[in-house]
């Protein structure tokens, strides 16, 4: 069992930036892919970014690729999403998700974390 907690979500004005944190639990973070999804209000939950357990293989929604960079830190059994010039249409709740198998744009893993809201105005 893996448990998934997010923090870093706000409040901000386009053009700023934000990071998130997720920590997970228990001793197979380094053998986990962490990924991170969105929802946003009346839409589906959608796939934002991967990265693998070595953080050598990482892929991105193209929406997001060039302001967002997800990193991960295994010592300290962390995923992070730094986003940059942010813009209205990136508010959502923002979840963590993982799993040994891979998470991919059709594909979500198996463990989710409660979700953090990122609210970008105008």
């Known amino acids: 069992q893996v448990q998934l907690v997010e923090s870093g979500g706000g409040l901000v004005q386009a053009g700023g930036s934000l990071k998130l944190s997720c920590v997970a639990s228990g001793r197979t973070f380094s053998s986990t892919y962490m990924g991170w999804f969105r929802q946003a209000p009346g839409s589906e939950r959608e796939f934002v970014a991967v990265i693998s357990q070595s953080g050598g293989g990482i892929y991105y929604l193209d929406s997001v690729k060039g302001r967002f960079t997800i990193s991960r830190d295994n010592a300290k059994n962390t995923v992070y999403l730094q986003m940059n010039s942010l813009k209205p249409e990136d508010t959502a709740v923002y979840f963590c998700?993982?799993?040994?198998?891979?998470?991919?744009?059709?594909?979500?893993?198996?463990?989710w974390g409660q979700g953090t809201q990122v609210t970008v105005s105008s």
């Open positions: 998700n993982a799993d040994l198998s891979p998470i991919w744009v059709g594909r979500h893993g198996r463990y």
